[in-house]
């Protein structure tokens, strides 16, 4: 059985560090696990509560999907303003909309997040951990990955240095979002007694 992990990077940036941390996670995802970095975060136009439910915006309608096929997701996270970008807030808005059909609902969730401070993205992981939780998006607890002086820790094209703690760490974030997704797993049909 292959389990498939759907990946969103809150950045939009081209040699963005939270894109690359996406990148280096899925080369090291292990065997029966796939890693589909999601690259349409630029296309989903600004949420509208008139459109959630009809005329639903294509962009979104993929997303949505996306979201539903898979068995789990990763969410990559810079901090702006001591929270989580714009782009990547609007992308929770349309995936946990209309609020009786959120297709991130019970879907397991695991986040890190890299950024050029001496705090990495803390604050802005315990904003998104809030939001995931309001959403009823079971998170992965730990390891907690928060990538901080990220500017010396990926080339200049946003691909991540070696480094054994932070890859270990991602290694097993990956390993507790494969476990949270089995301890999450809802049988396909019911068997009467």
């Not at 294509?58 to 714009?86: C, F, H, K, M, Q």
């Not at 070696?162 to 476990?179: A, F, I, K, Q």
Request: proline share 8%.
């Amino acid at each position: 059985m292959t389990l498939d992990i759907l990946a969103l990077s809150g950045s939009l940036r081209r040699t963005s560090h939270n894109s690359g941390l996406l990148r280096a996670l899925r080369v090291m995802a292990p065997p029966g696990v796939t890693v589909d970095i999601y690259g349409g975060l630029r296309a989903l136009p600004l949420f509208d509560q008139d459109r959630e439910r009809d005329d639903v915006p294509a962009p979104v309608a993929d997303l949505r999907r996306r979201i539903r096929e898979a068995d789990g997701v990763v969410i990559a996270t810079p901090e702006y303003n001591s929270a989580i970008p714009g782009v990547l807030m609007n992308a929770l808005d349309w995936a946990s909309r209309p609020a009786g059909d959120s297709s991130l609902r019970g879907k397991p969730v695991a986040i890190l997040g890299a950024s050029p401070s001496q705090f990495g993205t803390a604050r802005g992981q315990m904003v998104l951990r809030q939001v995931l939780h309001r959403i009823q998006a079971p998170v992965v607890v730990e390891p907690e990955i928060t990538v901080f002086r990220s500017h010396e820790r990926f080339t200049p094209d946003g691909t991540l240095l070696p480094d054994e703690v932070t890859e270990d760490l991602m290694r097993r974030l990956l390993g507790e979002l494969v476990r949270l997704i089995e301890a999450t797993a809802r049988p396909e049909t019911a068997v009467s007694a």
